[in-house]
């Protein structure tokens, strides 16, 4: 099978991670092993890639492209893990660690899964078909208002009390199953010149809540600093300004000394220093990569070191 995703900021990613050729390190959402194949290239045979994905496409992709290379090891387990992982393989620190939160290619184009609108499927939305609950699980069972705060706080819709108000009355004549149910909705209260974007930002609201993205990567963050050495790289790859901010943030608040109110004559918070960030902006893809992969076009990436 040809590797169905192009992994996005590869050469930049790889640039700012890899420290140590003989190195330890940790890439969260593998995805289909394009950034996985990069951090081995840099690395020697003493060096080792721990790889982790809940997509079992992904996974089985994943397991059969590396069988033979002894330095990869893959697991099937949710990234917010990243230190039992370290323990289950005996690994006290990582060199390195990457995670990739976007969405491949092959899971937007695989109409199964229901990630797009541009098809009538099944509204799924799950990353880990292990998880209990679709999208049109919540669509057909959360109140109006529960429904208004999921669009607006993750998709950012400014539309959200009117999409969630025609939601309800539509699933008191029918249950919404398809996307092209919700795509119906959403277009018989929102103006044709916006309807695109405001497709994209309800079902984008939909895939965050459905799979708890943000919840996780705020986890995957803090357990992360248990176990990346001193020195080590944590870099990360964004593709909403939901993610964006909580990696922003993170990185600001463990770069401090002190978090004490600036009026304080000294410092009583205890807090100690943990990063020191290696992008004052976030690195963006160049106008050449964006022409050959247009869906890279959102991606940030950030990135900072252990002290």
Sequence with gaps: MKQPHSPVLLNESIKLLVNNKAGKYFEATMGFGGHTEGILEKLNSDGIVVSTDVDINAFSFCKEKFKNDKRVKIYKFNFSLVDVIAKIDSIEFFDGILADLGVSSFQLDDSAAGFSYSSNT?????????????????????????????????????????????????????????????????????????????????FQALRIYVNEELNILRTFLENSMDVLGKGGRLVIISYHSLEDRIVKEFFKHESLSCICPKESPVCTCGKERRLKILTSKPITPTANELQMNKRARSAKLRAAERI
């Design 122 to 202: 099944d509204l799924d939305l799950r990353l880990d078909k292990n998880l209990r609950k679709t999208a049109a699980d919540i669509l057909n069972e959360e109140s109006e208002s529960a429904l208004a705060n999921i669009i607006y706080e993750f998709g950012e819709e400014k539309n959200s009390r009117r999409i969630a108000k025609a939601i309800c009355k539509m699933r008191e004549i029918k249950k919404i199953t398809k996307t092209e149910d919700l795509k119906e909705i959403i277009s018989s209260v929102t103006n044709a010149r916006y309807l695109v974007k405001t497709l994209s930002r309800v």
